[in-house]
């Protein structure tokens, strides 16, 4: 595995400009030097938990617990129907005191807070800890617990993730790996997204042979507190803590446009009315979409006159509300010829 560029220094006009385009994991070293959070986690796991109890308004987090045999490892269960952690309810700064009474622990059980909004929990963070690549909309999520892994996923937004306490190993794979990571069912995943089969710290080479690809392209990176890592729009990545208390600060961000955000949808539809057809009437519709989808012959409507060029035109959302409406009772249609 290759290790992630880093980069010393960027400005918010260089990192959108050069960095995101680039489309591939970079390291921003030092980015947030300056947080207190980062300084009082440098000092000692129980000075950050200080200052963050000191923040904390007792909103409600999610917290996601395993036994110690499952070695911080969330997954599945027995069955893909199935999963080995628990989900409760619970506040912050309990939560965090219990991660200090185990970092004595030998053989601990997994203890995370995962992908909670830092307003809700923690709304003086953001006044002290300045994310300075994006704007303030960007609302950051805060994600804490003990040696914990995170199968391989994906995210349909870029990421900046902001290392603010431990250390966390990242192994990062591009979108067009999907075929070599045997993804999970869009049915049952973790989180959200799907999630891969493999374990590519233990790999079955003989139950996932194309995993070999994968991992002699795979891209690590080991950011230190004060470092962040840009993960670009749909890269999969395996994260694994590996410290008895780890802090991480993510922003989330989408640069299209809000009625944009969804593609699930057509990739259901795509599945549902096209993946199953006769193989030669599959190929056709292959082409239909790299033609007036994935445009790769150029704009499939430049040959006629703007105003009549329909769908095949960019929408505004208004249009794109309207054609979705029509799609919807379209599909009503086929519902009812079932």
């Known amino acids: 595995m290759q290790p992630c560029k880093v980069i010393h220094g960027v400005s918010p006009e260089t990192f959108m400009a050069e960095i995101v385009p680039m489309n591939a994991p970079v390291v921003l ?15 000692s796991d129980k000075g950050l938990a200080a200052y963050l109890k000191a923040m904390n308004t007792g909103g409600p987090v999610e917290i996601m617990t395993a036994p110690p045999e499952v070695r911080g ?27 200090l009474a185990l970092t004595a622990d030998t053989s601990p059980p997994a203890l995370y807070i995962q992908s909670t909004l830092v307003e809700t929990c923690l709304p003086a963070f953001t006044i002290e800890n300045e994310m300075p690549l994006l704007p303030p909309t960007v609302r950051p999520r805060v994600w804490i617990g003990n040696a914990v892994r995170v199968q391989t996923h994906y995210d349909l937004s ?41 374990d590519i710290e233990a790999p079955d080479f003989d139950k996932f042979p194309r995993l070999r690809t994968a991992l002699a392209i795979a891209q690590v990176a080991e950011p230190e507190p004060g470092d ?73 409507g430049a040959h006629i006159d703007r105003n009549d060029q329909g769908v095949m035109a960019e929408l505004t959302p208004r249009q794109h509300k309207q054609a979705l409406a029509q799609l919807v009772r379209g599909l009503e249609r086929h519902m009812r010829m079932l």
């Open 73 to 99: 490892q969330f997954f599945y269960g027995d069955t893909l129907k199935t999963r080995n952690f628990q989900k409760t309810q619970g506040v912050l700064a309990d939560v965090l005191d219990r991660l």
């Open 228 to 300: 962040v890592l840009f993960i670009p729009y749909g890269w999969w990545h395996h994260v694994r803590s590996l410290s008895a208390l780890n802090v991480l600060v993510n922003y989330w961000w989408n640069e299209a446009p809000r009625h944009l955000q969804a593609p699930y949808g057509a990739l259901l539809h795509a599945m549902l009315l096209v993946r199953d057809m006769p193989v030669r009437q599959r190929e056709m519709w292959k082409m239909m979409f790299s033609h007036f989808v994935f445009r790769e012959n150029g704009d499939p």
């Open 158 to 198: 870029d990421n900046l993730a902001v290392v603010v306490a431990g250390k966390r190993r990242f192994t990062l794979f591009p979108p067009d790996q999907l075929s070599n990571l045997y993804a999970g069912p869009f049915e049952q995943t973790l989180a959200g997204s799907p999630v891969s089969l493999a």
């Open 29 to 43: 070293r030092g980015l947030c030097d300056n947080w207190p959070s980062v300084r009082w986690g440098r000092e």
